[in-house]
């Protein structure tokens, strides 16, 4: 019985050590191709973490390979493919959830922005003097001017250059607003007396 299980276990440690004699270039070749698709899919801006992880991983292969331990590398290379993988599907979710983002940003803010025209219109057939409309209107040229880049953001994909655009406009459009409001308010009530 024990010569049986030597004669079946030294072939099977012969294949295992003629599997790591040779460099995992197949694996090494599969990991390069998971993280190019992974650069395709956005994961160097959606899914850096993981982006970064896979290509020290493809290095550590690459430089296992150099120091002939092809074990080494060929664990490297299972766990590079395995993170750009990772990465891709990481990407994905992060732009989808991003992009519905940014669509709901620009609808508000474009609502924001109409409205807020509407009102500085309605404030200057009534009389409010110009000095008090300037702030609010130049909140609302700087909000179109962010709607715009944002827009050519989204043209191009770039749904994190479109959120930075984005970033504190409507805040900044709404206090700008409620100022104004504020002020034609007390205008009108210094007129009435």
Known sequence: ?????????????????????????????????????????????????????????????????????????????????????????????????????????????TALVADGQARIAAAGRAGVPRRLLTPPTDALAAARASLQKAGEAIAAGDYLAAHAALEGVKEATEKALTAFDAASRSQSLRRRR
């Open 1 to 109: 019985m024990l010569r049986r299980s030597a004669l079946v276990a030294v072939p099977l440690a012969a294949l295992l050590l003629s599997a790591c004699a040779a460099p995992p270039t197949t694996e090494i070749d599969r990991a390069q191709g998971a993280i190019d698709a992974a650069r395709a899919a956005g994961a160097e801006q959606y899914a850096a973490k993981e982006y970064a992880a896979a290509t020290a991983a493809l290095e550590s292969a690459n430089d296992a390979v150099a120091a002939r331990d092809y074990r080494l590398a060929l664990n490297y290379a299972l766990e590079s493919h395995d993170l750009a993988q990772q990465a891709a599907r990481q990407s994905a979710d992060t732009k989808a959830r991003m992009r519905a983002d940014v669509e709901r940003a620009v609808t508000d803010l």
